[in-house]
């Protein structure tokens, strides 16, 4: 009797099998090929049952879409933050050789315009001395004896990335001597925890002027605390007049990606024959501040349009 009960048992289990395998071949699943080309946030909605992405705390967002491959860039370091203003936190997304202390060139002007506001009212005016028109590289075409505000000479420095204009704040400014100055930098540096920078002028034509992409980044999450920097970093081109009137400065920013990718909302460049191409970017991807440093790039302007086009597909927003 068991024997009869047994195979009725295997027959019904047997047809509801067959019954199984013929509804799922109806409802065409997808191939694991084609399951792997669907985006990231089809796997959270059918992962998480009744919720989808929608329904997901706001924290946990950006969240990485690991089917995206890294980008090749040539520059030795680079870092992408994303972090908010009101917060010191920060949340890396991308990282090269990040912690690599490598020569920062002008991106040093950063430090530069915080020590400048820290210590000045940008509407003191400064006259400009002989020795910072003559200093080297790129310049603002400022004129000895010229009067600017404190205000007008960080325009010209931040948008042209001009040396003279930030000789002309360390060296001619109302109160601090030039060693001054850059001790102040250094201890500006110290202050913030960023152990492996270090100045030794204003410019950035030193090679000794050092950092590493994750602390430039921290070094810009400071700069937020600054409105006019922030507003200079994004500002294309302006003009800028002495004091007189006399002399008018026409600036145009070098940050050529600036206009170019809408994402971005200021920048600054830098470029030395040790440090090679250096570039910071800020950007507003989803109501998401990012922070994009590049160093020791061949194709600096060419690196950052990557990450900034990689991480806003490799990342749910």
């Known amino acids: 009797m068991f024997k009869k009960y047994f195979l009725q048992i295997l027959a019904v289990l047997l047809l509801l099998a067959i019954a199984g395998v013929l509804l799922s071949l109806k409802g065409e699943k997808p191939t694991l090929s084609e399951s792997i080309k669907q985006p990231i946030q089809a796997s959270i909605q059918q992962s998480a049952g009744d919720r989808n992405v929608n329904n997901i705390s706001p924290e946990f967002f950006p969240m990485r879409n690991w089917l995206i491959d890294e980008p090749e860039i040539s520059a030795k370091s680079a870092i992408i933050v994303d ?32 020590i400048a506001l820290e210590s000045f009212n940008p509407e003191e ?62 201890s500006k540096a110290k202050e913030l925890g960023l152990e492996n920078t270090s100045f030794v002028e204003p410019v950035g034509l030193s090679p000794d002027n050092r950092s590493t992409a994750l602390e430039i980044a921290d070094l810009t999450k400071y700069a937020f605390r600054f409105p006019l920097i922030l507003e200079i970093l994004k500002t294309p081109e302006t003009t800028v007049f002495s004091i007189d009137n006399k002399f008018i400065h026409n600036l145009t920013t070098t940050n050529k990606l600036l206009g170019k990718i809408p994402q971005i909302i200021g920048g600054k460049t830098g470029y030395t024959e040790e440090a090679g191409g ?11 501040y990012l922070i994009t440093v590049i160093l020791a790039s061949s194709q600096r302007e060419d690196d950052t349009e990557k990450l900034i086009n990689w991480v806003q597909e490799a990342y749910v927003w």
């Open 278 to 288: 250096c570039m910071l970017t800020v950007s507003n991807i989803s109501n998401n």
């Open 83 to 114: 972090f908010k203003p009101d917060s010191e936190k920060g949340n890396i997304l991308y990282q090269k050789n990040s912690n690599q202390v490598l020569p920062v060139a002008s991106l040093s002007k950063i430090m530069t315009a915080i």
């Open 125 to 186: 005016i400064v006259k400009v001395s002989k020795n910072s028109v003559t200093i080297t590289g790129d310049k603002g075409g400022l004129i000895t004896d010229e009067e600017l505000k404190i205000k007008d000479l960080l325009y010209i420095m931040l948008i042209e990335s001009s040396n003279d204009a930030a000789m002309s704040l360390a060296e001619d400014n109302p109160r601090l001597t030039y060693d001054e100055f850059i001790n102040s930098m250094n």
